[in-house]
C-alpha cells in the first residue's frame, strides 16, 4: 500500500541535542510538507518542499532544518536552537504543490524532552 | 489573504444525535475545499473535498459536506454520530498563489474537537 511513514513515533530529546525525524512517502509525490502541532493551535508549517533538491520556510522554521535529496525522503531535524521543541510532528505529501491536490499525512511523531 | 476559520473549538454531542462542524473561508473565487479528521495519536485523514459543481459533496464514514458562496461557508454534516466519529476535524481551502503567499498548498483551521456523549 502507498502511504507516508514517520519514524519513530516516539522520540526523545536531550538539552542541547539535534534530533532527526525520519519522513519517507511511496506515493510518488513531487511536494512534502512538515507539521508541528500543539494543543489547541492547529497545524502550523514549518517546512516544505514543491520539489526534489528545493525547499522554503514555512511560518516557524527557526530551530529546524530540512533537507530533499531524494524525491521519496523529506527528514526534519530539530536542533538545539528549538528552545521548545516539545510537540506532535506531522509529514505530509501531495502530488504537486497546488491548491487543488489534498494533503496525505503521515501518523506522526511525539517529540518529548528529556 | 486567504483564511479559514472554524469558529467551534469543542463540541459535545450525544451518540445517534445530527452534528454540523462549521467553517468559514475568505476567498474572492470558487475554492477547493477540504475536510480532514485526525483520531488522538494519528495523522490527519481526508474526508472529502470540493472543488466544483454540486454543492453536497458526500464523503467517507458517512459524511457530507455543503459549500455555500453566498455564506463563504462550507459545513460538514453527519445524521447520526457514533462514537468512534469523536476526534478533531479540520477544515482547508486550497491556497490560491494570486492571493500572495508560498507557503503550504492548503490553509488549514485551528480544528473542532469533538466529544459524543454515550
Known amino acids: 500500500d502507498g502511504g507516508i511513514t514517520q519514524s519513530p513515533k516516539y522520540l526523545f530529546r536531550k538539552e542541547g541535542q539535534n534530533v532527526t525525524l525520519s519522513c519517507e512517502q511511496n506515493l510518488n509525490h513531487d511536494a512534502m510538507y512538515w507539521y508541528r502541532q500543539d494543543p489547541g493551535q492547529g497545524l502550523r508549517l514549518i517546512y516544505y518542499?514543491?520539489?526534489?533538491?528545493?525547499?522554503q520556510k514555512g511560518d516557524i522554521a527557526e530551530g529546524y532544518s530540512v533537507s530533499r535529496e531524494k524525491k521519496e525522503s523529506f527528514p526534519l531535524t530539530v536542533t538545539s536552537a528549538q528552545k521548545n521543541p516539545t510537540a506532535f510532528y506531522l509529514c505530509?505529501?501531495?502530488?504537486?504543490?497546488?491548491?487543488?491536490?489534498?494533503?496525505?499525512f503521515g501518523d506522526g511523531t511525539r517529540l518529548s524532552i528529556l | 489573504a486567504q483564511s479559514v476559520t472554524q469558529p467551534d473549538i469543542h463540541i459535545t454531542v450525544s451518540e445517534g444525535a445530527s452534528l454540523e462542524l462549521r467553517c468559514n473561508y475568505s476567498y474572492g473565487a470558487t475554492p477547493y475545499l477540504f475536510w480532514y479528521v485526525q483520531s488522538p495519536g494519528q495523522g490527519l485523514q481526508l474526508l472529502l473535498k470540493?472543488?466544483?459543481?454540486?454543492?453536497l459533496v458526500q464523503g467517507i464514514k458517512g459524511f457530507e459536506a455543503e459549500f455555500k458562496r453566498s455564506q463563504s461557508s462550507f459545513n460538514l454534516r453527519k445524521p447520526s454520530v457514533h462514537w468512534s466519529d469523536a476526534a478533531e476535524y479540520f477544515c482547508a481551502v486550497g491556497r490560491d498563489i494570486r492571493y500572495g503567499g508560498s507557503q503550504g498548498n492548503l490553509i488549514f483551521g485551528k480544528g473542532t474537537k469533538l466529544s459524543v456523549k454515550p
Open positions: 470540493y472543488f466544483s459543481g454540486d454543492t
Open positions: 518542499s514543491q520539489i526534489v533538491n528545493d525547499f
Open positions: 505530509a505529501s501531495s502530488i504537486r504543490w497546488a491548491g487543488y491536490q489534498p494533503q496525505h
